[in-house]
């Protein structure tokens, strides 16, 4: 059974901290990666998606993704209370069509 | 561009009763998925098509649960009979392809309550 594992927190962070957010999976045959936000009540919104092993920034946002740790991270920037949500770890399974194996997802809560 | 579109967004019955959603994907998206998610955890798959075929139902209940997309466009999910545990959200997604680097793209989601 592919899994994929997150801390269900809640991780609280003060605002304007660094919020980091973890993910491991068991797929070593995995090659892309995605991060999607999903605020109480609401469907999950993709954020990013990471490919290659390294960074990949976008505004206040860096996935770090390392294939041979098995190991991707979400970091959050300037971290605000509009940030609070779940933050969901999403690898699609090698060898399917892009069936999408989801973490329990990481509750983030930033307090001012 | 407008998103993936779900009908109703709300939805209560009871057990044994049968219910429907209906969702229509991004347009040009020939790939369209529907995930149940359970309060607390992350979507599952239950369904995936591929224009008008389906690419995965392995984890698809199929003594209740039923999906089809038949013009490779909207597609519907059914259970008949329900039960208590598919209480959950129904969400569709729609990607533009099948390879694993396309992205998926939720609607709104179908809450479901079976009392």
């Known amino acids: 059974q592919k899994e994929v594992e997150q801390n269900s927190g809640p991780l609280s962070v003060p605002e304007g901290a660094i919020a980091s957010l973890n993910c491991t999976y068991s797929?070593?045959?995995?090659?892309?990666f995605f991060w999607y936000r999903q605020y109480s009540g609401k469907s999950p919104e993709l954020i990013m998606s990471i490919y290659s092993n390294g960074d990949k920034e976008d505004g206040r946002f860096t996935a770090q993704l390392n294939k041979a740790s098995q190991y991707v991270s979400l970091l959050i920037r300037d971290s605000q209370p509009s940030d609070s949500a779940t933050y969901l770890c999403?690898?699609?399974?090698?060898?399917?069509?892009?069936?999408?194996?989801f973490g329990a997802g990481t509750r983030l809560a930033v307090h001012p | 561009e407008a998103g993936v579109a779900q009908s109703p967004r709300y939805k209560i019955i009871e057990k044994r009763q049968s219910v429907a959603f209906w969702c229509n994907p991004i347009?040009?998206?020939?790939?369209l998925y529907w995930y149940q998610q359970i309060l607390g955890q992350g979507p599952k798959l239950l369904i995936q098509?591929?224009?008008?075929?389906?690419?995965?139902d392995s984890q698809l209940p199929k003594d209740r649960f039923s999906a089809e997309r038949l013009k490779g466009v909207d597609s519907t999910l059914k259970i008949q009979p329900a039960k208590l545990e598919d209480s959950a959200v129904y969400l569709c997604?729609?990607?533009f392809g099948q390879g694993a680097t396309y992205e998926q793209y939720f609607g709104p989601g179908t809450r479901l309550t079976v009392t």
């Open positions: 797929d070593r045959g995995s090659q892309s």
């Open positions: 098509f591929q224009n008008n075929g389906v690419v995965d």
């Open positions: 999403a690898v699609p399974l090698s060898g399917g069509y892009n069936k999408l194996i």
């Open positions: 347009s040009g998206h020939a790939t």
């Open positions: 997604a729609s990607s």
